[in-house]
């Protein structure tokens, strides 16, 4: 556990000389996975999360976490600025924290000169490494003008980009190089839209690039969106094999009942939907793995304490040994009832000579509840408590689930008190001692 | 990116808990989980409101979290017996409707455990678990009921590991 320990978190800028990063971070993370955005997505409440951790919530209780208000998965928007900003911090990351934590021991070692001056530094440095991208004409920018935070200097750039116009230059609306307003026209005849490193004083301003990016990448994401986004069933109206059906169309497991049914189908539109809306969709494959861990977590395959004595590859001696103390218990209970019937012995014995038959001994319990108590086969309780614990031994060799030895041990404990139907089917009365336990084992 | 689909709350709570770490609260006197193997089994101790009836109290605490985190509320019980019109005294079983029906994946257990210390002095005792506790709140008898809180949290003020 301690090697995946070190998992980043908003606070590592607490004792950093950016502590002021810390609620930054903290904005550019979900509330719900508390990790980065992955695919952001805003509610008609604009609250911002993660594809995934909001559809899951909204399929749980149709609620955005954060303000309660009521919304649904069909009606979330892609915040495409958010996913922009996020993978850029996070490209960010690792570099300014580094140099952000080498300042914090710098300036315990030095004092504290140069401290401010070391801080925009590094401000600097940071927006550097933010983006891999000419800068040429930005560092003059950030000299003049470090405190600026983003959404200002955007607009800066904008503004430098008409000024720059006056030059008499005119920027091509495809390529974005700048050439003299006559020679335009024949450059976009032949113009491919490839937009080559800039050169001399054509300088390219720090939107552009995106620009070009965003027109690159649509058709890349063409396909991403072509995927269908699955839609919400009305799971009360199907029928539990429509359902099932439908899974398998899907390409789902279709095992279980029908409430897990609408679990993993559920599960997987979250899954699926989430994926459509991704910019960097993931296979199929990839997300039934996905499923398949949802289902070993918290679907079918979870760890439920009732299912576990009824399943096939159920571990029946060690389930006995570490109940032994009960199943002691129940024998010592069988052997104390025991005692008190020993005084209708007599009046028992009598009784048992009327009996040839099993079908006898039944009709005699039908019809005379009243005798029930003189018919305890008392006297050879000591000898079937004996057999049934061999039995229970040997049925733990014998791989039998223990399930028969509970049935065993609460039989031993019926045996005593009342009639056991079961064993008294086949076997007659002076056989039943020996045989009755094994028909039921043999059944 | 693809770890934080992971299903399991496993990064969720490791996450939090690093958050803890480097930033505690104050509420709390401790908080993590009980052995490095469960998870999914914390434990914390909680200090009294100062000012309060509670004041200088100790409270070790027990959460359970489950395997659908944080889209279902963790369990939280008082290990420490309490006074308290909301907590039952002899369980520990805490009313409060965040860790029932108003809870919200946005939570996390360090602002529950706020929210859990926040309820100790605002005491609802109109749904009580405490009838005791909560019929002298209802009758008044303020006096009365903040002796009867102070001489619980001081006699049954969770000692063990005392780290302030």
């Known amino acids: 556990m301690n090697s995946t320990y070190d998992i980043p978190d908003s606070t590592d800028w607490l004792k950093t000389s950016l502590s002021a990063f810390e609620p930054l971070e903290a904005a550019l993370r979900c509330q719900v996975c508390k990790d980065f955005y992955d695919t952001p997505m805003i509610t008609t409440c604009s609250h911002t999360f993660c594809s995934l951790c909001i559809r899951r919530c909204l399929a749980s209780d149709g609620k955005c976490p954060i303000c309660r208000s009521s919304d649904q998965a069909d009606k979330l928007r892609k915040n495409g600025a958010v996913q922009e900003i996020v993978d850029s911090f996070q490209a960010a990351r690792p570099a300014a924290l580094k140099l952000a934590r080498e300042d914090v021991a710098l300036r315990e070692e030095h004092g504290a000169p140069k401290r401010m001056l070391k801080r925009k530094l590094d401000d600097t440095d940071l927006e550097e490494a933010e983006e891999q991208r000419p800068k040429q004409s930005r560092r003059t920018r950030s000299q003049n003008r470090v405190q600026d935070s983003s959404p200002p200097r955007l607009e800066v750039i904008d503004l430098d980009e008409d000024y720059e116009d006056d030059n008499g230059l005119v920027k091509c609306p495809v390529c974005n190089i700048r050439m003299k307003e006559e020679s335009i026209w024949s450059h976009l005849d032949k113009c491919d839209g490839q937009s080559k490193p800039s050169s001399g004083r054509n300088s390219r301003s720090r939107s552009t690039p995106s620009v070009t990016n965003l027109l690159q990448r649509t058709p890349e994401k063409e396909p991403a969106s072509a995927l269908a986004r699955l839609p919400q069933l009305n799971y009360s109206l199907l029928k539990e094999n429509a359902l099932r059906k439908k899974l398998q169309d899907l390409g789902i497991p279709a095992l279980g009942s029908k409430q897990l049914l609408i679990k993993r189908h559920v599960e997987w539109g979250n899954l699926w939907n989430s994926n459509c809306d991704s910019a960097r969709p993931r296979t199929k494959r990839e997300l039934l793995k996905d499923l398949d861990t949802w289902e070993r977590s918290q679907g079918g395959g979870a760890p439920n304490p009732a299912a576990v004595v009824m399943k096939k590859d159920f571990d029946g001696n060690g389930w006995a040994t570490s109940n032994k103390s009960q199943f002691d218990e129940l024998i010592a209970n069988a052997r104390r009832k025991r005692t008190p019937v020993e005084k209708v012995e007599m009046k028992e014995d009598a009784v048992d000579k009327m009996e040839t038959t099993a079908a006898e001994t039944r009709e005699f319990y039908d019809n005379s509840n009243l005798h029930n108590d003189l018919r305890r086969p008392s006297e050879g309780n000591e000898d079937a408590l004996s057999i049934i614990r061999e039995k229970a031994d040997q049925a733990n060799l014998d791989g039998l689930t223990s399930r028969s030895i509970v049935n065993l041990a609460s039989r031993a404990n019926a045996h005593v008190n009342t009639v056991d139907e079961d064993v008294f089917l086949d076997a007659p009365r002076d056989e039943f001692i020996g045989n009755s336990l094994d028909s039921p084992l043999h059944n | ?164």
């Open chain 2, 1 to 164: 990116m693809s770890s934080s689909r992971s299903q399991t709350p496993t990064k969720r709570l490791l996450n939090e808990l690093q958050t803890y770490q480097s930033d505690p609260n104050d509420a709390l006197v401790e908080l993590g989980p009980v052995s490095d193997n469960e998870l999914t089994h914390w434990t914390a101790v909680m200090k009294g409101v100062p000012g309060t009836a509670y004041e200088g109290g100790r409270w070790k605490l027990d959460i359970r979290i489950p395997s659908n985190y944080p889209n279902a509320p963790p369990e939280v019980k008082f290990v420490t017996r309490i006074c308290h019109p909301n907590v039952n005294f002899k369980t520990g079983e805490i009313c409060l409707d965040l860790l029932k029906t108003s809870w919200s994946p946005a939570y996390t257990i360090t602002t529950t455990l706020t929210s859990i210390q926040q309820l100790l002095t605002s005491a609802e005792p109109d749904s009580p678990l405490n009838v005791d506790i909560a019929q002298l709140f209802r009758l008044g008898d303020f006096v009365g009921a903040e002796a009867l809180i102070r001489y619980y949290t001081e006699s049954e003020r969770w000692e063990g590991r005392q780290s302030v």
